[in-house]
């Protein structure tokens, strides 16, 4: 029987190692971070919340100006002016979604001066608004306002003769405030709100009937003698 030869002295493998990874830079893992997170700014503020500061004095008592708030949207659909500075143009509005009587929205305005706007919604489609002696009409039937408590601010740089009634300024220790006499409306369904009457302004308290068209809301700020709004 022939002897097998002995086998070969075992030789160590040859593996291929490859060269650790280079660390990304610390400038370039911030702007990665950065980036990240303007993203999700974006989409947060897009379509879940969006911060608002109250530009003016339509919607006292309830809203001062400069005071600050966020705003949800996804309540009534998605529009350009849902998106920060309006990009992408969407055109019309994606989910539409109608509000409901006494709700507070923030809204674009149209014309040269477009700009946020914050007002009550008060009319739906098919309603008629009408304003008589300070009265509310709503379908043709008086809205219920009773008279509470007077409404207290200091006159300041933000609210100082020019929105406040000379007949209803005081001088106190600590300075001139505003007395401005306030109200409650209640609507149908129960919605009940304050609003502010200082004055009676022809075309603001004795109106047209409206009649609210399709697609439409009538709104009205709480101020009612400081409010540009659907009047």
Partial sequence: M??????PPATPSTATTSSPAKPRSEASETIRFL??????VWLFRSFVFAPFSI????????LLIGDYLFVSKWNYGYSRWSMPFGVPPISGRLFPGTPARGDTVVFR??????????KRV??????TVQMRRGQLFLNGQAIPKQRIA?????LSPNFDERHCDTRFIQQTAQGAICQIPRFRETLPGGRSYEVLDQRYIPDADDTQVYTVPANHV?????????SADSR
Avoid: C, W, Y
């Avoid at 305005?109 to 914050?118: A, C, N, T």
């Avoid at 008060?122 to 309603?127: E, F, S, W």
């Avoid at 009538?218 to 400081?226: E, I, S, V, Y």
């Fill in 109 to 118: 305005s149209k014309g040269e001066d477009d700009h946020d706007v914050i």
């Fill in 122 to 127: 008060i009319g739906l489609p098919g309603d």
């Fill in 55 to 62: 530009p003016s004095e339509s919607m006292l008592p309830r």
């Fill in 35 to 40: 980036l990240k997170l303007a993203l999700v």
């Fill in 150 to 154: 007077d409404f207290t601010v200091p």
């Fill in 2 to 7: 022939d002897e097998q030869s002995p086998a």
């Fill in 218 to 226: 009538f709104l009205m700020g709480d101020n009612r003698d400081d």
